[in-house]
């Protein structure tokens, strides 16, 4: 299988299925993979961010060395809004090292903050900041504060019940 040419052919369920069976845990069609995700096309970054989610999330040593690199896109501004939603889902189920936890809290911070994120967005970012947070007394007394700010307006119904959850995982 050409990963490249399966996903120029289309945006389907069908064929993200076909990806993640053929990639599995093969490290170097994996890579295949990624760097279609890093490359310069929005369209095809877009559509292997789905496979790229799954994949990362059954199995996330095949993530490990691309870490800076994902962080990184994180901080572009001009990317389809399904390549930090795609990041972020990744990251909120990974046990982040401790060297990235500033860089990324930072910029969680900034997603959760800003009303005109995508709300997915904005929920991941919930989410993956409160546990990079919990260990830390500073910043789990930071993130405690942003949420109740945002706890304070009127969300969807998602962001209610992130924030709901954070609050668990922080007061825990």
């Given at each position: ?114 009303p005109s994120t995508p709300i997915a967005i904005r929920a991941y970012a919930i ?34 019940v992130r924030l709901k959850n954070a609050f668990k995982t922080l007061r825990a």
């Amino acid at each position: 299988m050409n990963i490249q040419e399966a996903l120029e052919s289309g945006h389907t369920k069908k064929i993200t299925n076909q990806i993640i069976l053929y990639v599995g845990r093969d490290k170097e069609r994996f890579n295949e993979l990624i760097l279609i995700f890093f490359g310069k096309d929005k369209k095809l970054q877009q559509r292997a961010a789905w496979p790229l989610g799954y994949l990362a999330e059954g199995n996330p040593r095949l993530i490990e060395p691309h870490l800076n690199q994902l962080i990184h896109m994180l901080e572009k501004q001009d990317n389809h809004p399904a390549v930090a939603r795609c990041i972020l889902r990744i990251f909120q189920e990974y046990d982040m090292p401790d060297t990235y936890h500033g860089e990324l809290i930072d910029l969680c911070f900034r997603f959760i903050l800003n009303p005109s994120t995508p709300i997915a967005i904005r929920a991941y970012a919930i989410t993956t900041a409160a546990n990079i947070a919990a260990p830390y007394p500073e910043l789990k007394r930071e993130m405690l504060l942003v949420l109740n700010e945002l706890s304070q307006e009127d969300q969807r119904p998602a962001l209610r019940v992130r924030l709901k959850n954070a609050f668990k995982t922080l007061r825990a």
